[in-house]
């Protein structure tokens, strides 16, 4: 018996350190520094570790505690907040982050005045949005005279730059041409501030293309890079790059079998709705060979993000505390006790690292 018991997910650290190292030397290979973003494996401090021994030297994440947490194991760095503050947790953003990605004035005066009751110089990120409809300045005109306004009247924060943020909601990808209206906007703001911005800050992992690309525009100095570092697979699978150099499988998912049993694919009765109040369509294939493992989406969120490491198998579905596998044409024998793995895709991670049910297991 495994003493760190089932299900579990075992993260390969070492593997994490390569990725972090190989996309900062990418990235600094084309003059860019990058963030290292933890929030998409629930902001674990060993994960955060491995970006800083990789290199990296900014940590980033949407969410404090995971400052906190990470400070609290003694990760001393620069921490960066890339989701705008809320005005309630204003000061604990000044407490514990050096910078932060900012989009309302009323934001920026309440960091200001945090920051100077904790006699600290905070830095600020002003977003735009370029189309993506998240977060950002929608008015050109209105992000740079923010931008100026911050720098010539909020003494106690600094002005680093200008970001955007694209492929989060609305799908948009980061091309030369995104990226070269960002790099407009902040030369507007720097002719009128007499000075170069610390940061121009170009986006997330899909930025990372224009860098496979060898495109990328010469003044995007700065990427917040979470899923090319953590999991590698999304440039590969959905747009046909070669991330060969890096691992995709820091993350596995061990679950136990529970039951093996012969039973109809199609349910048996009047149909009325799952577990969760939807209707699914169930395809009659007759009697099949069939398992039942003990985790559930209360621990990963959606069963289809799973990818089992066995050939021959398949996910049926599942419900909170279970999931239904079809081993008919499995390529090996499944009896109750087996462990079953499985790969995973880059939102599982943030669900399988912050289930309780779940252990943590650091290989
Ligand atoms: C989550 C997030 C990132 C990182 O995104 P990845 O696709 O995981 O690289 C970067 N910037 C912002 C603002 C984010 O919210």
């Not at 170069?196 to 997330?204: D, H, P, T, V, Y």
Request: net charge negative; hydrophobic share 40%.
């Amino acid at each position: 018996m495994n003493k760190v018991g089932y299900p579990r997910v075992d993260i390969n650290l070492e593997k994490l350190r390569h990725n972090a190292k190989k996309v900062n030397e990418r990235c600094l290979d084309s003059g860019i520094t990058m963030t290292g973003v933890i929030k998409g494996a629930s902001g674990l401090p060993l994960v955060a570790k491995q970006y800083l021994e990789g290199g990296v030297k900014i940590i980033g994440t949407s969410r404090l505690d995971q400052v906190s947490d990470c400070k609290k194991f003694g990760i001393d760095t620069t921490y960066m907040l890339i989701r705008i503050p809320m005005l309630s947790e204003v000061r604990s953003v000044v407490e514990l982050t050096d910078i932060s990605l900012n989009s309302e004035v009323e934001v920026l005066k309440a960091l200001n005045n945090e920051a100077r009751i904790q006699d600290k110089q905070h830095k600020v990120i002003i977003m735009t949005d370029l189309g993506d409809l998240r977060e950002g300045f929608w008015d050109k005109e209105e992000l740079v005279e923010t931008a100026v306004w911050v720098d010539e009247k909020l003494r106690n924060l600094t002005l680093a730059g200008i970001g955007t943020n694209v492929g989060c909601y609305g799908s948009i990808l980061p091309t030369t041409d995104k990226l070269n209206e960002l790099i407009e906007l902040a030369e507007k703001i720097e002719e009128r501030i007499g000075r170069e911005l610390e940061f121009i800050s170009g986006g997330a992992t899909s930025s990372l293309m224009r860098i496979w690309d060898g495109d990328m525009p010469k003044r995007i100095n700065h990427l917040r890079l979470g899923e090319g570092v953590l999991l590698a697979r999304d440039l590969d699978v959905i747009y046909g790059y070669d991330m060969s150099m890096l691992h995709n499988d820091a993350f596995k998912i061990k679950a136990e079998v529970v039951e093996v049993k012969k039973k109809p694919s199609h349910p048996v009765g009047k149909v009325g709705v799952d577990a969760f109040g939807h209707r699914p369509n169930y395809v009659d294939r007759g009697m099949r060979d069939r398992m039942l493992l003990g985790i559930g989406r209360v621990d990963y969120g959606d069963p289809g993000e799973l990818l089992p490491v066995d050939e021959g198998i398949e996910i049926m579905g599942a419900s909170s505390d279970h999931t239904i596998v079809d081993i008919e044409d499995a390529s090996r024998d499944f009896k109750v006790g087996d462990i079953v793995e499985f790969d995973v895709c880059y939102a599982t991670i943030v669900y399988i690292t912050s289930s309780n049910n779940v252990k943590i297991n650091y290989v």
